[in-house]
């Protein structure tokens, strides 16, 4: 149901997108989220964008990561600048979603950021 793209390796400084396509009969999106898990760490919540356009950050990206979707394509992106060796972590897309049979949240498959020093 979503699949998300755009993981890799860069160096401290650099820059990387992530994207996230949800396919599917969908009647609304309600929110579109990204979270990481660090190795050997939990899950954590990175970014959250709502339906009214309303985006969250957490502490550690705020400035650095911009969440963005395009509405037409059901996808959500991450842009995400002056990266970090701390940012390594595999990413995944969240998306709460209104389909033909169901309101509930869908997991993308977590693509792998690796940022070296």
């Known amino acids: 149901q979503l699949q998300a793209s755009g993981g890799g390796l860069v160096q401290a400084g650099g820059s990387l997108r992530l994207s996230c396509a949800a396919s599917?009969?969908?009647?609304?999106?309600?929110?579109m989220s990204w979270y990481r898990q660090p190795p050997g760490n939990q899950r954590e919540l990175v970014a959250t964008?709502?339906?009214?356009?309303?985006?969250t950050y957490a502490d550690s990206v705020k400035g650095r990561f911009t969440i963005s979707r395009d509405s037409a394509k059901n996808t959500v992106y991450l842009q995400m600048n002056t990266l970090k060796p701390e940012d390594t972590a595999v990413y995944y897309c969240?998306?709460?979603?209104?389909?033909?049979?169901?309101?509930?949240?869908?997991w993308g498959q977590g693509t792998l950021v690796t940022v070296s020093s």
């Open positions: 964008l709502t339906i009214t356009g309303t985006t």
């Open positions: 969240n998306m709460n979603l209104r389909t033909l049979t169901a309101l509930r949240d869908y």
């Open positions: 599917g009969a969908i009647f609304r999106i309600n929110t």
